[in-house]
């Protein structure tokens, strides 16, 4: 439901409301009891109305709702991001400080590793056709 629609909604249940107030008392003029107004027409539909309007608003405060709840949730994940971004720092540092006693313990083993491989062919070779003599 769009959420800009509350104000108009709300609205409409005030002139409902104010239709069922108006419809109530020309009923009572009228002379007619409790239970034969809950059985007028007019006065269901505008109950009627009445109830869409509740519905609606409903749904426009579970939306909000929903949208608050997730704009929290990003918030906090934000700031959990921010917090590991700044936090492995420190780490990064004794990282670094591994992987240079590693490569001091490679340069000391006994076989250097090879760093060219052979190039390799691009799809398949193809054998030339011999030709039929005419």
Do not use: F
């Not at 490569?103 to 006994?110: C, L, R, S």
């Amino acid at each position: 439901m769009n959420l800009r629609a509350r104000i108009y909604v709300e609205n409409r249940k005030k002139e409902a409301l104010a239709k069922l107030e108006a419809r109530m008392v020309l009923l009572k003029e009228k002379g007619l009891d409790s239970e034969e107004i809950l059985r007028d027409a007019t006065y269901r539909q505008i109950k009627g109305l009445i109830r869409k309007a509740d519905s609606r608003l409903a749904r426009i405060a579970a939306q909000e709702k929903l949208n608050q709840e997730r704009a929290q949730a990003k918030a906090e994940k934000l700031v959990a991001e921010k917090a590991a971004r700044e936090k492995p720092k420190p780490e990064a540092e004794e990282v670094v400080a591994e992987k240079k006693v590693k490569k001091e313990k490679v340069e000391k083993g006994a076989k250097p590793r090879k760093e060219e491989k052979p190039e390799q062919k691009k799809g398949k070779e193809r054998k030339p056709r011999k030709e039929e003599p005419q």
